[in-house]
């Protein structure tokens, strides 16, 4: 029990390792902007490559892991991750700072994409369920609490302790792994990392209109987070005027109301099905936007009206998360792996495209993160309405 326990604990801290990077960091932007003499533009690219990065790694450990194992490409990645915290540490200019980002999202990808293969390997039945629903209370508690420590890591030392920190849980990370978890996978396929059986497999997936369609909800859900995430951290603190400790806090309610949201999806899902759960949950997001819209043209730019649509915004992805990925994988039981791969990646470049898009813009009110979440909603419903409805097997 105390063996199972440890590598419990070991998976844990790899599959948050990715969440804590993107987000600890985040009331530290302002701060990095004046710091590298850098535009609010270039400092918005660094979570949009970070996003990059994060997102194309599960399409490279996925396939090696089911081919040489998981434990050469976890060491490989969290190697990678630590390489890229030290340049973000060390980094002088805005440049380097964005380079750091995209190898610590490379690399980081590592943890999230295969613990649960790990989890999978080591555990079996009930525990499986349990040591799973676990790691999901843990990942929400990173979700909620990574920018509250980066609020007073920037308040008190500064954005470099940011990286002084996130070094020093990936080595933690890399040497647990390389002394504590050994190979779990005993059924290696290599013949999957042939290019034929990738491209297949691919193709199966690709021209699959529910799987394209449930993973294009994810990616338009993910974007809608990201426009938070990319425009709060600077609209909160260099407009309305927040310190990055009272950031954090801020941040921590969106992450209460996404477990909250999470919560009320297990406790609804059976009653009305998947696919009433994800319209709720796109509804939230819409009327999450139109708020935040309503109220800034109302005259209205303060920390409520602001935070305020974010937190039902993050309260209704839940819904969509977790219903859209029941529906995506249904069908193809039989490349799980590659369907994992595949869904997280696009779940994930929609974030990095919605960053990307508003380091555009200058943040001086919610108007462009509130249109960017609408027409998300938008597209979102779109999609269930002309696609996922007409072809429902639900």
């Known amino acids: 029990m105390r063996r199972e326990n440890t590598l419990f604990i070991i998976l844990v801290l790899i599959s948050t390792l990715g969440q804590?990077?993107?987000?600890?960091?985040?009331?530290?932007?302002?701060?990095?902007?004046?710091?590298?003499?850098?535009?609010?533009?270039?400092?918005?690219?660094?979570?949009?490559?970070?996003?990059?990065?994060?997102?194309?790694?599960?399409?490279?450990?996925?396939?090696?892991?089911?081919?040489?194992?998981?434990?050469?490409?976890?060491?490989?990645?969290?190697?990678l991750c630590l390489l890229g915290s030290v340049i973000c540490l060390s980094a002088q200019s805005i440049q380097i700072l964005i380079a750091g980002r995209l190898l610590q999202g490379i690399g980081a990808g590592a943890g999230s994409s295969l613990f649960r293969p790990i989890l999978r390997d080591i555990f079996s039945g009930e525990k499986l369920a349990k040591y799973g629903s676990y790691s999901a209370l843990v990942s929400v508690g990173a979700l909620a609490f990574a920018p509250l420590l980066?609020?007073?890591?920037?308040?008190?030392?500064?954005?470099?302790?940011?990286?002084?920190?996130?070094?020093?849980?990936?080595?933690?990370?890399?040497?647990?792994?390389?002394?504590?978890?050994?190979?779990?996978?005993?059924?290696?396929?290599?013949?999957?990392?042939?290019?034929?059986?990738?491209?297949?497999?691919?193709?199966?997936?690709?021209?699959?209109?529910?799987?394209?369609?449930?993973?294009?909800?994810?990616?338009?859900?993910?974007?809608?987070?990201l426009a938070w995430l990319t425009s709060g951290p600077i609209l909160l603190q260099h407009v309305v005027g927040l310190s990055p400790i009272s950031f954090g806090w801020a941040y921590t309610l969106t992450g209460i109301t996404f477990a909250m949201g999470a919560f009320i999806n297990s406790q609804y899902v059976s009653r009305f099905g998947i696919n009433t759960m994800l319209q709720f949950g796109i509804l939230c997001v819409l009327v999450a936007g139109l708020s935040m819209l309503g109220l800034k043209l109302m005259g209205f730019i303060n920390t409520i009206v602001i935070v305020g649509p974010a937190m039902l915004l993050l309260f209704g992805a839940p819904l969509?998360?977790?219903?859209?990925?029941?529906?995506?994988?249904?069908?193809?039981?039989?490349?799980?792996?590659i369907a994992g791969a595949l869904f997280g990646t696009l779940t994930i470049l929609g974030g990095a495209f919605t960053s990307s898009l508003l380091a555009i813009f200058q943040d001086k009110n919610q108007i462009p993160m509130a249109l960017v979440i609408i027409a998300c909603a938008l597209l979102a419903f779109s999609i269930y309405y002309f696609v996922i409805k007409r072809k429902s097997y639900d």
């Not at 090696?64 to 490409?73: A, C, E, F, T, V």
Request: aromatic share 14%.
């Open 150 to 225: 980066g609020g007073y890591l920037q308040h008190y030392i500064g954005w470099r302790a940011n990286f002084i920190f996130l070094s020093g849980l990936t080595l933690l990370a890399l040497l647990s792994v390389m002394f504590y978890i050994p190979e779990t996978n005993k059924f290696l396929h290599p013949e999957n990392l042939t290019l034929k059986k990738i491209k297949i497999n691919l193709y199966t997936l690709l021209s699959s209109p529910i799987f394209m369609s449930y993973s294009f909800l994810n990616f338009l859900s993910y974007g809608a987070i």
């Open 320 to 337: 969509i998360f977790n219903n859209a990925f029941a529906g995506a994988f249904q069908p193809f039981p039989h490349i799980a792996g």
């Open 20 to 79: 804590v990077a993107s987000d600890l960091y985040l009331p530290s932007l302002p701060a990095i902007a004046k710091n590298l003499d850098a535009n609010f533009h270039a400092v918005k690219l660094t979570l949009s490559m970070y996003m990059i990065g994060f997102a194309i790694s599960p399409l490279i450990y996925g396939p090696l892991s089911d081919g040489i194992g998981r434990h050469k490409p976890l060491i490989l990645g969290l190697c």
